[in-house]
């Protein structure tokens, strides 16, 4: 027990040495000594070096001599440990902040163990993607408010596809990601798929996607479990075709989103040929692979086939902030401002406002499915910078049509479950038959609160 909680309160020590002195200290409780307001959240993946987008947001938010200060401070790039940490640091006190950056799966468990403070209903009135709006919302009360939303998407590089005898219009419209990779022959050059199939939270939404694609559903409407041996074998029978060993990168088994992104730019160098076919990625990925392929290497993006998972990041306020007030007015500027919202857009996220990409109501049934790198999408004439024309409509729509996660505060200990014993049976330890066994006791146990976090 002793050693378990010294592993727990250790990121705290470092959460601290960033933040300053305690603020939540009994002598200090409940007063506003006038410092600046501190912001946590994870490292902004659409920035590879220098400054990112959310740092910029905090700097044009300092700009304003009306405006008490901000800064910022970014946990590691790991989201596991970005938990860990926070849940630490908040349950002891010993940080003092005022905003956190929460991924949108977080939010029960925070507002539930009483971490977070409910905000004002009116944060969520200013437009946003319904889903992203409904996650920042726990038994009946506004929590958090989406700063960026995310959705899976499917990257394909032209050049590979051509050495395969294939264009962008044979890839699939409908039906599921395992079908579009059977329908293309193995023992190729360059490897046909990559994804993020290390044992983290990438490999739940894969996991997830893999089965929502054939009509599975683990949960019910109240977030009780549901499933069936025979509809888990279903579920991971297509995850089995998706990450088939005869097409799949090698990396994949170890990659999170960045090293996706490597293998599929052929950055990450090795003794093999650089480059992978097809990726499943964020929205991010677009402008990373715009900045690392040549000019003359064609790539796009189209909806991932089948179910896409809904991703983002969403802002509360914790609990013991003594400065909640100017904090709402913060996540205010960051989340409900066109604008703000608008700068998320074109360093890559994908904004939870309706507004920032003007493109009103649009006709998803209309809207592209492809969106291709163009020569002219770098001075866009009427669009969003570094992006091609299309793309706006494009990125909505498939927002539009994922699937959100779970909303449970035992969602941490479900997908611990889901993706160890997925991890296991990609790595050959189990058989289909048994993982599904073993899920179907475990799975119903977490989403009951009978297994630790």
């Known amino acids: 027990m002793r050693r378990r909680w010294a592993l727990l309160l250790a990121p705290v020590a470092v959460l601290a040495g960033c ?15 006038g410092r600046p307001l501190v912001v946590v959240s994870g490292a902004d993946l659409t920035s590879r070096e220098g400054e990112g987008v959310r740092q910029a947001l905090i700097d044009e938010w300092n700009a304003d001599a009306g405006n008490r200060p901000a800064r910022l401070v970014e946990l590691p790039r790991t989201e596991d440990g970005q938990r860990s940490e926070l849940i630490a640091a908040l349950q002891s006190g010993s940080a003092d902040f005022d905003v956190v950056n929460l991924d949108t799966t ?16 009116a944060l969520l009135e200013a437009g ?36 395969l005898g294939g264009t962008p219009e044979d890839l699939p419209a409908g039906g599921t990601l395992g079908a579009l990779i059977d329908a293309w022959p193995a023992g190729q050059e360059h490897p046909l798929y990559i994804t993020q199939l290390r044992p983290y939270e990438g490999l ?34 297509e995850l089995l075709r998706v990450a088939d060993g005869a097409k799949l990168s090698e ?3 170890d990659a999170d989103e960045t090293v996706a992104l490597r293998e599929f730019t052929g950055e990450a160098g090795g003794d093999g040929p650089p480059g992978v076919v097809l990726m499943r990625n964020w929205p991010f990925a677009y402008q990373q692979v715009d900045a690392t392929l040549p000019p003359e290497t064609g790539f796009g993006v189209l909806r ?23 904090a709402e007015r913060l996540i205010r500027f960051l989340t409900a401002e066109p604008g703000s919202q608008r700068r998320l857009l074109e360093a890559g996220f994908a ?53 959100a996660r779970l ?37 119903a146990l977490a989403l009951e609160g009978r297994l630790p976090p």
């Open 19 to 33: 933040l300053g002195a305690p603020g939540g200290a009994p002598d200090g409780a409940g007063v506003d000594d």
């Open 106 to 121: 977080w939010i029960p468990e925070f507002a539930e163990a009483g971490l977070i403070r409910p905000l004002d209903d």
């Open 128 to 163: 946003f993607l319904t889903q992203a709006a409904e996650t920042g919302r726990w038994r009946g009360r506004t929590y958090a408010v989406p700063f960026n939303t995310d959705v899976g998407l499917l990257y394909y590089r032209e050049d590979l596809l051509a050495e």
């Open 204 to 237: 739940t939404v894969n996991t997830l996607e893999a089965l929502w694609s054939v009509g599975v559903e683990l949960v019910d409407e109240r977030g009780r479990y549901r499933g069936t041996e025979a509809e888990l074998r279903r579920g991971l029978a």
């Open 251 to 253: 990396r994949a088994r």
């Open 304 to 326: 991932l086939p089948g179910a896409a998972a809904l991703g983002g990041q969403s802002l509360a306020v914790p609990a013991g902030s003594v400065r909640a007030a100017d």
């Open 351 to 403: 904004p939870a406002l309706r507004a920032a990409y003007g493109v009103g109501e649009p006709e998803c049934a209309a809207a592209p499915r492809v969106v291709r790198r163009t020569e002219t999408e770098r001075v866009p004439e009427g669009g969003i910078r570094g992006l091609p024309p299309g793309y706006p409509e494009f990125l909505w729509c498939a927002l539009e049509e994922a699937r």
């Open 407 to 443: 909303a449970s505060p035992y969602y941490p200990a479900f997908s611990r479950e889901l993706r160890q014993e997925v991890a296991h049976l990609l790595a050959g330890g189990g058989s289909l038959e048994g993982t599904a066994e073993r899920l179907h006791q475990s799975l």
